[in-house]
Each structure stands twice: as C-alpha cells, then as structure tokens.
C-alpha cells in the first residue's frame, strides 16, 4: 500500500507567484488534512477536506490560500501572490475516517524569495 | 481552545538507556485522541503510538509505551533502550472525537539527542 504522497518535494516560488501543492492520500482514504510547519514550530492544522467538499477550514488563512479535494485527482493547496512569510514545510495527511489515524505525507518544503 | 504543551525542548539519552518525554495538554472534553509523532530528519512524520482517553490502559508499540494520566491531562512517552535511530524530534498531538476541532493540535516538539 503506498503511502501519502506530495509533490512537489521542494518548491521555489518569487513573491507575487502562486504555489501549486499537490496531495494523493493513502489508498482507501477519503480524508484529506493540510498542515503548516513554520521552522522550529510543530505542526498547524489549515483545512480537512473530504471528496468535493471543505469540511473544516477554520485554519486557513483568510486570503490567498484554498484548498480543493476534486472527485477525480489529488488534493491541491492552493497560495495565490506568495510572500515571504509563506516560506514553510507543508505536510498532507491522510485517514480513512474522521477519528482515524492521520498519516503523514514527507510534505513540501515551500521557498518564497 | 485545546492547547498541547511539551516543556522540553531537547533531551539527551545514551544509547541503550530509558527516556521518557513530557506533554500536558488542555481540554474540557472528556473523549479524545493523543498521539506521539517522530519526525527525523528527513522531516517525514511517522506516527509511534496513540492513546484513545476512554481507555485506561496504556498504549504501547514495542520499545515505546506512554503513561497517560487522564486526570492530570498529562501523557508521556517512554523509549526503552534508546537507539540511534530513535534520534528525531518527537512531537504529542491531540485531537477531538466526534464533532468539533477536526485537526490535530501539536505541542512545539522535543529535540531527542542519542549519545552512542
């Protein structure tokens, strides 16, 4: 059984560019969650998506940033016009069901400069 | 709002030797999750144990095993015979059951250092 995957692994963005991160869950999983990890900080909830819909997005920030869980295809986080602060690692998980086990993908390490 | 508090930013164990890491947290729910998380340095977050709090019994996988004080909120995490691959930073999380917060909520993490 694969694992969570992300990708990119790395990506370099200018400011003012968008970031495009993508997320493909375990297999069997519908449960998607975005984290943020600023340096030397744990992990920050952002949003929990199911196929087609946001469940919980009560971490996001309220401008520039949307994620989506399309019937078909990957989960994509979304940073629209990127700024330095949004330099981070951001890590996918995945469940099987609202209180399962998350698992982690090995997340995408995002550079503004 | 739950908050996850772990008081040690780094531990240092020699190899073989017995640690134990801290995490208190905070919430008026009487049902929920609390894990323990390595992240080594290749950053990948890998699950060690999990703990639902309506079991009194304490969890343990293998080498690693918690000592969960409902009452005291306070769940710790205790690695026996410390090997260097054991090296990480270890985060605690927590999370709701049933309705409410649907993320986990992490602690800032402790740096466990492994002396060979």
């Known amino acids: 059984n694969a694992g969570v995957m992300q990708n990119p692994r790395h990506l370099v963005r200018r400011r003012g560019q968008e970031a495009r991160l993508r997320c493909s869950p375990m297999k069997g999983h519908s449960h998607v969650y975005w984290y943020r990890q600023l340096p030397e900080e744990g992990l920050k909830f952002m949003v929990y998506l199911q196929k087609e819909n946001i469940i919980d997005e009560s971490g996001m920030p309220k401008e520039r940033f949307s994620a989506e869980f399309p019937k078909e295809g990957p989960s994509i986080l979304r940073i629209q016009q990127v700024v330095r602060g949004d330099s981070a690692a951001y890590f996918c998980a995945s469940s099987s069901g609202f209180s399962d086990t998350q698992y982690f993908g090995p997340g995408t390490r995002l550079t503004v400069l | 709002a739950q908050t996850v508090t772990q008081s040690q930013p780094e531990m240092s164990v020699q190899e073989a030797e017995t640690v134990t890491l801290s995490c208190t947290y905070d919430?008026?729910?009487?049902?929920?999750?609390l894990f323990w998380y390595k992240q080594p340095p290749s950053r990948q977050m890998i699950l060690v144990i999990r703990?639902?709090?309506?079991?009194?019994q304490n969890a343990t996988e293998n080498r690693f095993s918690v000592n969960f004080q409902k009452a005291a909120k306070s769940f710790s995490l205790k690695i026996s015979d410390s090997q260097l691959g054991d090296a990480a930073m270890y985060f605690c999380a927590y999370k709701e059951s049933g309705g409410g917060a649907d993320g986990l909520t992490f602690g800032k993490g402790t740096h466990l250092i492994i002396q060979p």
């Open positions: 919430t008026s729910e009487s049902d929920y999750y």
């Open positions: 703990q639902e709090a309506y079991k009194q």
